[in-house]
């Protein structure tokens, strides 16, 4: 067999022993979060903590965080690690991504020597901490969030630290799954192993190294190949988190991204402070997210491995939100790489148009409906737990709508929800609808696609929920003039009435639950592609016969008038969308010398009587679009004092980055649109 | 009158339709191969009948393989097909868990597959069971009788009917069905508990769906096969193999057609399992290379491993079906330039008609069989099944055209590259079926059969480096050879169970006999006398607190449940990587499956050759051009060894065995390939 041929089949075993880790993990598995859910992933390492490979389905979050985790691990061990030890880590200081997620490194020998790590990090359902299942939008501090398992060696030489782990299992809320979450994870490791032993009897000890080399560096040649066909310059994007989960204040993640010949440089100097609520991570989780992206723009056919990371150096101070220091919760990881992520797309979006995708939810969206388990006494242990964390609709791009309620591109294929006959076996509730939530896709020449909506009805006595997410309150992007997907949505129905759990939207800590109350999930839709007004109409009417889309939708946003038959009616559908241009606010942009930022807002200057035409009041959230913007710049709107009356549209004062963010020059004229009008 | 005697073998395969038949006066065995025709291949049976000439009174027993519903499926051309669910699920079809199913990490422009009902015709009754099976709502019957009326406007061709925990009762979901059944007239009606009483709504529904989808499709189909079998005095029943390697009759075939996807691919195996018991070899990956695609599957101890967590495009299917693995290459695919100027095989074939270039019937792209012709492994001498004589100027020309598009002109070297392609593809194939399910291809024996699967299974034997390769008698006909051979086959499943130390034998007993009972009356429904059925129980096994179960092989007589714990940590630990011995252990379900035996025809292959024989002798291109000796099957005696290089033909099949590799026939009349070449790196 030649060398090609033989580097294909090698890269092939790597991935399947990775599938196969994860497929035993989900039969194995005593939790409902890993077989119903799959909230896990595998991968292997090089013995030098460089990634070898992840599976399919597995998820590049939970992965692409191995190699510095297994590198913090190395800096602990060293050289002490020997046949027959086991190590766990989830300390997002040192390489972990949220306390709920649990990484074995289980060492794999060959010839005596330390050749890989199979590593396997799963969703624990509960790490303990403050409120059941650990995740809440309201800690102050990560000892609310549960155990802290800085890398630590589990096993040592084939013997279990019993003691650490009964330690471990006592301190956490259903201990018996804990230790099934454990043992699968052994098990899964083992069978890794051993293939893996297999793969190096086939191939031949060096041979196999060398080939894992070679395809790392062959990796990386691709990754290099695509960056340098990208112009070489600084890009910038914004965005932002909703909330901390106490204060109102939002979270600014301020990208330059330079491409610098078959490099890239993400820098994420300015984003806002580590906060004391949840909505943190460690250090390994910038590369993570801009790995993500930038594979997925540049190279998403390649199998993944570390070469695919070697061209992207990450700029990233510690003390920030994006590089947080003990005792900063990071519950809100998934949330936090997903701003990262979305500043990237905006970023490399402007060098490279025609890969922009509508946003995304803007994060996991965990939810955690608990309580005690009906008729089962007052054992801790007895209490259930449904954990899901629903999909929303995927962005658009400028070839296609985007999908209704499915994973996205930069995550793994895990299921969102548990199946209701699932849920409603394991835990005293009743799933009440599941759907397509209607209107909520980001309009656009391509639509996002709609988030779900899911009622589900509580049964029992003294159940809580807790809820972290975020775009709640600031809606997922459209792109090249595309419009916004509706906000992500938590609320509990009680007799009739809703009732916010909560007062910062998305951030819900143990909310006491009603016998009858019904929890409703909304989801995000994703960012619209391009002006709705330039949408095909029989789309539109086929929206509306589906039902994604509403009549009055269809009229207000896209133009579209309908005849009774289903049909559009051409004439008055062209004299809409005539009428519905000339209803929008342009204004020319001006040079300021510096951008006008109030901590983590951007804030944008209108006159009264701008304001009053986009209809918006002080401090309410606008966006700014360009024709030439990849994405909409978000403001918040300062309303200024009433100058003479000219009669001439006062200009907006944008700065530098602003500019750069936009495209524009001085004289320009973009539209300013209202957000938040789809908040209820 | 004549007495009925034959027993009939059918497999209409993408390319061609194969035909044994098996007088079981005479203790002959006839074959027959006519192309397949799309659209009709209810044609293609009476055509190969025809060409046998068998009076259609004469036949005793029939079993077809048919690719109906997968075509179907595959081309999109099933119903227009409605589904009615519970209150506030009708989505759930569509959006499933939220998972992709189809790739699409990384993948900006993944785009969702379409449901196959869209969201106009999925309907929301307002009906509720409870997850401990309680009603908590009955359907109106005014409500019910609304939805036949929309369901009507909406022209419907076929209804699917799943409501959520009707695995548990599906009372509710029975009425709805009936009712609408009632209503609807002859638009049949599917529900999704009697098709599969497993537990989780989405891969339920998505069951019922493709069977609702696919319904009117076969209904038609076999219609007007038992029409024409029976205008011309076919008495036998018709049977149709299922998915799960055993047949079923024509009217369990129209009701649970989402049981026939792998109708065709199965026969194969199970002809395969049957030469290979023959040949004393146990363990082995089956290949089943045809002209337009190739099927593999495992078969671990002569048992053929089964899945039920199927998914059959983007869709989930849970009818228990054999694990084959399909790609869409086989000799008759197509060879093309990609637009990278890379070297593409596939997935378009050259099919029966127009057929590959060297067919001379007007096809003039490339394809596998003309790479194998100018290579010399197939001869431009010897007539294929049907009298047809490849034309070498045909397969040179094509290629010639290949090396101009590539900018090459060596067509020897560009056809052995073509090959080699096809060949990496194929052993991929092979790796899904094993590595993939943890399992070292090196350990099992590749058996090959089907029109192109001789010529090519020693190459992806040595590409994978396993050392057993077993040819069969009559490789070409091997599908329908199984489906001559197949039993009637029923899966029964009952969720019963509880942790060990709370069940008892005795209450076990009781299940498995009203079980057994079941299946028996199935059989006998089937016509099969008691005397005839067999029946195998296995457990499905979990820890308590598992969801996934292991099946652990039960039998009734078992005093105790002390062996059965045995086994089953044995299992986990093997499967999983650990045992938890220490954890209480639970049964889930009961399963069965009744197998009617039916009389199958002793097969005897061997051997009446006694000399040794010469074989002639042509270049054959393996690296280089050999001096190959080429062999008629016919003339090799029972115990004959021979070396590679060199060619073994017959009817519906040419072996090609490489340098490396010596050929002994079996007793059975199996070849039995092994590798004794030099240690390569697999």
Redesign the interface.
Same mark, same amino acid.
């Given at each position: 067999m030649n060398e090609i041929g033989r580097l294909e089949l090698i890269r092939e075993s790597l991935v399947a022993v990775v599938n196969e880790m994860r497929a035993n993990v989900i039969r194995s598995s005593y939790s409902s979060i890993i077989y119903e859910g799959h909230d896990f992933s595998c991968g292997l390492t090089t013995a030098d903590g460089r990634l070898v490979a992840q599976g399919d389905a597995d998820n590049p979050i939970h992965i692409f965080a191995v190699p510095y985790s297994t590198v913090e691990l190395l800096k602990v061990f060293g050289s002490d690690i020997h046949e027959g030890d086991i190590f766990l880590q989830n300390d997002p200081y040192t390489g972990g991504t949220h306390l709920n997620d649990v990484l074995m490194l289980y060492p794999v020998f060959h010839a005596g020597k330390l050749a890989m790590f199979a590593a396997t990090r799963c969703h624990w359902g509960d790490v303990g901490g403050m409120t059941p299942g650990s995740l809440s939008g309201r800690v102050t501090e990560i000892y609310q969030e549960g155990l802290r398992i800085v890398p630590t060696r589990i096993c040592e030489r084939g013997r279990m630290n019993e003691a650490y782990l009964t330690l471990l299992f006592d301190n956490m809320r259903i201990r018996d799954e804990r230790r099934g979450d454990f043992n699968t994870m052994l098990g899964a490791s083992r069978k890794a192993a051993q293939h893996i032993e297999r793969l190096f009897g086939r191939f031949g000890g060096s041979a196999f190294l060398d080939a894992i080399e070679e395809l790392i560096a062959r990796s990386e040649k691709v990754m290099r190949e695509r960056i340098a066909e990208i112009p070489d310059g600084t890009y910038h994007a914004e965005t932002y988190l909703d909330s901390n989960g106490h204060s109102p204040d939002p979270l600014a993640v301020r990208l330059a991204l330079t491409v610098a010949g078959n490099r890239l440089i993400a820098d994420f100097t300015g984003s806002s402070p580590q906060t004391k609520g949840p909505t943190n991570v460690g250090p390994a989780m910038a590369l993570n997210a801009v790995a993500s992206l930038v594979k997925s723009y540049l190279d998403p056919q390649t199998p993944v491995n570390h070469g695919s990371f070697n061209p992207i150096e990450v700029i990233n101070p510690a003390g920030s939100f994006l590089n947080a220091t003990l005792p900063a919760p990071c519950g809100g990881m998934v949330e936090c790489r997903a701003v990262m992520i979305a500043a990237v797309c905006i970023a490399l979006g402007r060098a490279l148009p025609e890969k922009l995708i509508g946003d995304l939810k803007g994060g996991a969206n965990h939810v955690y409906i608990s309580g005690p388990r009906p008729g089962r006494g007052q054992d801790e242990s007895r209490i259930f737990l449904l954990y899901e964390y629903p999909a929303g609709g995927t962005g658009a791009t400028s070839r296609a709508d985007g999908n209704h309620v499915v994973r996205a591109y930069p995550e793994g294929d895990f299921n969102v929800v548990q199946a209701a006959e699932i849920a409603e076996m394991q835990c005293p509730v009743r799933v009440e609808h599941y759907g397509i939530r209607e209107d909520s896709g980001g309009d656009g020449e391509w639509r996002g696609g709609c988030g779900m909506r899911r009622d589900i009805r509580v049964l029992a006595e003294g159940a809580s929920l807790s809820v972290l997410a975020d775009h709640a309150i600031i809606p997922p992007f459209g792109v090249a003039g595309g419009h916004s997907g509706a906000t992500n949505r938590f609320v509990v129905v009680r007799r009739g009435e809703v009732i916010q759990p909560s007062p910062i939207p998305g951030k819900v800590g143990g909310f006491k639950l009603e016998v009858g109350d019904i929890v409703r999930l909304e989801s995000s839709g994703g960012g619209g592609w391009g002006d709705p007004l330039r949408r095909d109409p029989d789309h539109v009417a086929r929206d509306v016969f589906l039902g994604v889309v509403s009549s009055e939708r269809a009229r207000t946003i896209y133009g579209v008038v309908l005849a009774g038959d289903g049909s559009f009616d051409a004439a008055a559908t062209h004299r809409e969308r005539e009428r519905l241009r000339a209803s929008r606010v342009a204004i020319p942009v001006a040079h300021a010398a510096t951008d006008d930022l109030e901590g983590p807002r951007r804030c944008l200057q209108l006159s009264p009587a701008q304001a009053a035409r986009i209809g918006v009041g002080d401090g309410d959230l606008v966006e700014v679009v360009s024709a030439r913007g990849a994405s909409a710049l978000r403001c918040w709107a300062r309303l200024a004092e009433e100058k003479g009356a000219s009669g001439r549209p006062e200009p907006l004062a944008l700065g530098p980055i602003g500019h750069a963010t936009l495209g524009t020059a001085a004289g320009d004229l973009v539209e300013v649109r209202r957000l938040g009008a789809r908040l209820s | 009158m004549s007495e009925a005697r034959f027993i009939i073998g059918i497999d209409v395969g993408g390319t061609f339709t194969d035909l044994l038949a098996y007088d079981e006066a005479a203790q002959r065995l006839y074959s027959a191969k006519v192309p397949s025709l799309p659209g009709a291949q209810w044609k293609g049976v009476l055509d190969a009948l025809a060409e046998l000439q068998i009076e259609f009174s004469t036949i005793r027993a029939f079993v077809h393989g048919t690719t109906i519903a997968t075509n179907a499926l595959l081309e999109r051309k099933g119903a227009r097909a409605a589904l009615v669910t519970t @209150?506030? =699920?009708?989505?759930?079809l569509?959006?499933g @868990?939220?998972? #992709?199913?189809t790739?699409?990490? =990384?993948? *900006? *422009?993944?785009?969702?597959p379409p449901p196959l009902v !869209? +969201?106009?015709r999925r309907h929301e009754i307002d009906e #509720?069971v409870?997850?401990d099976g309680q009603v908590l709502t009955i359907a109106e019957p005014a409500e019910i009788e609304r939805l036949a009326a929309t369901l009507r406007a909406q022209n419907v061709e076929a209804v699917a009917v799943a409501f &959520?925990?009707s695995? +548990?009762n599906d009372d509710n979901e029975r009425a709805v069905t009936q009712t609408l059944q009632r209503l609807l007239g002859r638009v049949p009606v599917t529900p999704s508990a009697a098709l599969i009483p497993e537990?989780? %709504? =989405?891969e339920r529904t998505s069951t019922a769906v493709l069977n609702a989808y696919l319904t009117p499709v076969m209904v038609a189909y076999l219609d007007k096969l038992s029409g024409e079998m029976a205008a011309r005095g076919v008495r036998a029943p018709i049977n149709i193999m299922g998915s799960n390697g055993g047949a079923m009759t024509l009217e369990k075939a129209a009701e649970r057609c989402a049981g026939t996807f792998l109708s065709g691919p199965v026969g194969g195996v199970v002809g395969a399992v049957d030469v290979s018991r023959g040949a004393d070899e146990r363990d082995l990956v089956t290949f089943d290379m045809g002209g337009t695609s190739t099927d593999v599957a495992l078969v671990q101890n002569l048992s053929p491993r089964m899945s039920h967590d199927n998914q059959i495009d983007a869709y989930p299917l849970r009818m228990p079906q054999l694990d084959i693995h399909t790609i869409g290459a086989g000799g008759g695919s197509i060879v093309w330039v990609g637009p990278d100027k890379t070297l593409r095989i596939g997935p378009q074939s050259a099919g029966a008609v127009p057929g590959p270039a060297c067919y001379g019937r007007g096809g003039t792209e490339p394809t596998i069989s003309d790479a194998n012709l100018l290579l010399g492994r197939l001869s431009p001498m010897r007539p294929l099944a049907g009298g047809l004589v490849l034309d070498a100027t045909a397969a040179q020309t094509a290629f010639a055209g290949l090396a101009r598009a590539l900018g090459v002109d060596d067509t020897v070297a560009l056809a052995q590259a073509a090959i080699a392609v096809a060949v990496?593809k194929m052993a991929?194939a092979v790796?899904e079926v094993s &590595? $993939? +399910?943890?399992f070292?291809p090196r350990d099992f024996t590749l058996v090959c059969f089907g029109g192109a699967g001789p010529m090519h299974g020693f190459l992806v034997a040595e %590409?994978l480096?396993m050392q057993r390769v077993l040819i069969p008698r009559y490789p070409g006909h091997l599908s329908a050879l199984g489906q001559m051979m197949a039993d009637l086959r029923r899966d029964f499943v009952k969720a019963w169970g509880g942790r060990l130390s709370e069940l008892s034998i005795a209450a076990l007993k009781t299940e498995t006999d009203a079980l057994r009972n079941q299946g028996a009356a199935a059989l006998a429904e089937d016509g099969i006398p008691p005397t005839r059925h067999v029946h195998e129980f296995a457990l499905d096994m979990r820890?308590a607190?598992?969801?996934?179960t292991l099946p652990i092989a039960w039998s009734p007589a078992e005093k105790g449940f002390g062996p059965l714990r045995q086994a089953f940590d044995a299992r $986990?630990e093997e *499967? =999983?990587?650990?045992a938890?011995r220490t954890n209480e252990a639970e049964i889930v379900n009961i399963r069965l499956v009744s197998i009617g035996e039916v009389a199958k025809p002793a097969l005897a292959f061997r051997s009446q050759a006694q000399v040794t024989p010469t074989g002639e002798r042509r270049a054959v291109w393996f690296a280089s051009w050999y001096e190959t000796t080429v062999y008629a099957r016919a003339d090799l005696p029972t115990g004959y060894r021979f070396a590679g290089p060199a060619i073994v033909e017959e009817t519906g099949g040419t072996t090609i065995v490489p340098p490396g590799w010596t050929v002994q026939v079996h007793d059975s009349g199996a070849l039995v390939g092994r590798f004794e070449g030099s240690r390569?790196? !697999?």
């Amino acid at each position: 067999m030649n060398e090609i041929g033989r580097l294909e089949l090698i890269r092939e075993s790597l991935v399947a022993v990775v599938n196969e880790m994860r497929a035993n993990v989900i039969r194995s598995s005593y939790s409902s979060i890993i077989y119903e859910g799959h909230d896990f992933s595998c991968g292997l390492t090089t013995a030098d903590g460089r990634l070898v490979a992840q599976g399919d389905a597995d998820n590049p979050i939970h992965i692409f965080a191995v190699p510095y985790s297994t590198v913090e691990l190395l800096k602990v061990f060293g050289s002490d690690i020997h046949e027959g030890d086991i190590f766990l880590q989830n300390d997002p200081y040192t390489g972990g991504t949220h306390l709920n997620d649990v990484l074995m490194l289980y060492p794999v020998f060959h010839a005596g020597k330390l050749a890989m790590f199979a590593a396997t990090r799963c969703h624990w359902g509960d790490v303990g901490g403050m409120t059941p299942g650990s995740l809440s939008g309201r800690v102050t501090e990560i000892y609310q969030e549960g155990l802290r398992i800085v890398p630590t060696r589990i096993c040592e030489r084939g013997r279990m630290n019993e003691a650490y782990l009964t330690l471990l299992f006592d301190n956490m809320r259903i201990r018996d799954e804990r230790r099934g979450d454990f043992n699968t994870m052994l098990g899964a490791s083992r069978k890794a192993a051993q293939h893996i032993e297999r793969l190096f009897g086939r191939f031949g000890g060096s041979a196999f190294l060398d080939a894992i080399e070679e395809l790392i560096a062959r990796s990386e040649k691709v990754m290099r190949e695509r960056i340098a066909e990208i112009p070489d310059g600084t890009y910038h994007a914004e965005t932002y988190l909703d909330s901390n989960g106490h204060s109102p204040d939002p979270l600014a993640v301020r990208l330059a991204l330079t491409v610098a010949g078959n490099r890239l440089i993400a820098d994420f100097t300015g984003s806002s402070p580590q906060t004391k609520g949840p909505t943190n991570v460690g250090p390994a989780m910038a590369l993570n997210a801009v790995a993500s992206l930038v594979k997925s723009y540049l190279d998403p056919q390649t199998p993944v491995n570390h070469g695919s990371f070697n061209p992207i150096e990450v700029i990233n101070p510690a003390g920030s939100f994006l590089n947080a220091t003990l005792p900063a919760p990071c519950g809100g990881m998934v949330e936090c790489r997903a701003v990262m992520i979305a500043a990237v797309c905006i970023a490399l979006g402007r060098a490279l148009p025609e890969k922009l995708i509508g946003d995304l939810k803007g994060g996991a969206n965990h939810v955690y409906i608990s309580g005690p388990r009906p008729g089962r006494g007052q054992d801790e242990s007895r209490i259930f737990l449904l954990y899901e964390y629903p999909a929303g609709g995927t962005g658009a791009t400028s070839r296609a709508d985007g999908n209704h309620v499915v994973r996205a591109y930069p995550e793994g294929d895990f299921n969102v929800v548990q199946a209701a006959e699932i849920a409603e076996m394991q835990c005293p509730v009743r799933v009440e609808h599941y759907g397509i939530r209607e209107d909520s896709g980001g309009d656009g020449e391509w639509r996002g696609g709609c988030g779900m909506r899911r009622d589900i009805r509580v049964l029992a006595e003294g159940a809580s929920l807790s809820v972290l997410a975020d775009h709640a309150i600031i809606p997922p992007f459209g792109v090249a003039g595309g419009h916004s997907g509706a906000t992500n949505r938590f609320v509990v129905v009680r007799r009739g009435e809703v009732i916010q759990p909560s007062p910062i939207p998305g951030k819900v800590g143990g909310f006491k639950l009603e016998v009858g109350d019904i929890v409703r999930l909304e989801s995000s839709g994703g960012g619209g592609w391009g002006d709705p007004l330039r949408r095909d109409p029989d789309h539109v009417a086929r929206d509306v016969f589906l039902g994604v889309v509403s009549s009055e939708r269809a009229r207000t946003i896209y133009g579209v008038v309908l005849a009774g038959d289903g049909s559009f009616d051409a004439a008055a559908t062209h004299r809409e969308r005539e009428r519905l241009r000339a209803s929008r606010v342009a204004i020319p942009v001006a040079h300021a010398a510096t951008d006008d930022l109030e901590g983590p807002r951007r804030c944008l200057q209108l006159s009264p009587a701008q304001a009053a035409r986009i209809g918006v009041g002080d401090g309410d959230l606008v966006e700014v679009v360009s024709a030439r913007g990849a994405s909409a710049l978000r403001c918040w709107a300062r309303l200024a004092e009433e100058k003479g009356a000219s009669g001439r549209p006062e200009p907006l004062a944008l700065g530098p980055i602003g500019h750069a963010t936009l495209g524009t020059a001085a004289g320009d004229l973009v539209e300013v649109r209202r957000l938040g009008a789809r908040l209820s | 009158m004549s007495e009925a005697r034959f027993i009939i073998g059918i497999d209409v395969g993408g390319t061609f339709t194969d035909l044994l038949a098996y007088d079981e006066a005479a203790q002959r065995l006839y074959s027959a191969k006519v192309p397949s025709l799309p659209g009709a291949q209810w044609k293609g049976v009476l055509d190969a009948l025809a060409e046998l000439q068998i009076e259609f009174s004469t036949i005793r027993a029939f079993v077809h393989g048919t690719t109906i519903a997968t075509n179907a499926l595959l081309e999109r051309k099933g119903a227009r097909a409605a589904l009615v669910t519970t @209150k506030g =699920f009708r989505d759930a079809l569509e959006i499933g @868990k939220g998972r #992709r199913l189809t790739g699409g990490l =990384f993948d *900006t *422009t993944w785009r969702r597959p379409p449901p196959l009902v !869209p +969201r106009d015709r999925r309907h929301e009754i307002d009906e #509720r069971v409870a997850a401990d099976g309680q009603v908590l709502t009955i359907a109106e019957p005014a409500e019910i009788e609304r939805l036949a009326a929309t369901l009507r406007a909406q022209n419907v061709e076929a209804v699917a009917v799943a409501f &959520v925990n009707s695995y +548990r009762n599906d009372d509710n979901e029975r009425a709805v069905t009936q009712t609408l059944q009632r209503l609807l007239g002859r638009v049949p009606v599917t529900p999704s508990a009697a098709l599969i009483p497993e537990r989780g %709504e =989405f891969e339920r529904t998505s069951t019922a769906v493709l069977n609702a989808y696919l319904t009117p499709v076969m209904v038609a189909y076999l219609d007007k096969l038992s029409g024409e079998m029976a205008a011309r005095g076919v008495r036998a029943p018709i049977n149709i193999m299922g998915s799960n390697g055993g047949a079923m009759t024509l009217e369990k075939a129209a009701e649970r057609c989402a049981g026939t996807f792998l109708s065709g691919p199965v026969g194969g195996v199970v002809g395969a399992v049957d030469v290979s018991r023959g040949a004393d070899e146990r363990d082995l990956v089956t290949f089943d290379m045809g002209g337009t695609s190739t099927d593999v599957a495992l078969v671990q101890n002569l048992s053929p491993r089964m899945s039920h967590d199927n998914q059959i495009d983007a869709y989930p299917l849970r009818m228990p079906q054999l694990d084959i693995h399909t790609i869409g290459a086989g000799g008759g695919s197509i060879v093309w330039v990609g637009p990278d100027k890379t070297l593409r095989i596939g997935p378009q074939s050259a099919g029966a008609v127009p057929g590959p270039a060297c067919y001379g019937r007007g096809g003039t792209e490339p394809t596998i069989s003309d790479a194998n012709l100018l290579l010399g492994r197939l001869s431009p001498m010897r007539p294929l099944a049907g009298g047809l004589v490849l034309d070498a100027t045909a397969a040179q020309t094509a290629f010639a055209g290949l090396a101009r598009a590539l900018g090459v002109d060596d067509t020897v070297a560009l056809a052995q590259a073509a090959i080699a392609v096809a060949v990496a593809k194929m052993a991929g194939a092979v790796r899904e079926v094993s &590595v $993939h +399910r943890g399992f070292d291809p090196r350990d099992f024996t590749l058996v090959c059969f089907g029109g192109a699967g001789p010529m090519h299974g020693f190459l992806v034997a040595e %590409e994978l480096g396993m050392q057993r390769v077993l040819i069969p008698r009559y490789p070409g006909h091997l599908s329908a050879l199984g489906q001559m051979m197949a039993d009637l086959r029923r899966d029964f499943v009952k969720a019963w169970g509880g942790r060990l130390s709370e069940l008892s034998i005795a209450a076990l007993k009781t299940e498995t006999d009203a079980l057994r009972n079941q299946g028996a009356a199935a059989l006998a429904e089937d016509g099969i006398p008691p005397t005839r059925h067999v029946h195998e129980f296995a457990l499905d096994m979990r820890y308590a607190g598992q969801s996934f179960t292991l099946p652990i092989a039960w039998s009734p007589a078992e005093k105790g449940f002390g062996p059965l714990r045995q086994a089953f940590d044995a299992r $986990h630990e093997e *499967t =999983f990587g650990y045992a938890d011995r220490t954890n209480e252990a639970e049964i889930v379900n009961i399963r069965l499956v009744s197998i009617g035996e039916v009389a199958k025809p002793a097969l005897a292959f061997r051997s009446q050759a006694q000399v040794t024989p010469t074989g002639e002798r042509r270049a054959v291109w393996f690296a280089s051009w050999y001096e190959t000796t080429v062999y008629a099957r016919a003339d090799l005696p029972t115990g004959y060894r021979f070396a590679g290089p060199a060619i073994v033909e017959e009817t519906g099949g040419t072996t090609i065995v490489p340098p490396g590799w010596t050929v002994q026939v079996h007793d059975s009349g199996a070849l039995v390939g092994r590798f004794e070449g030099s240690r390569r790196q !697999p």
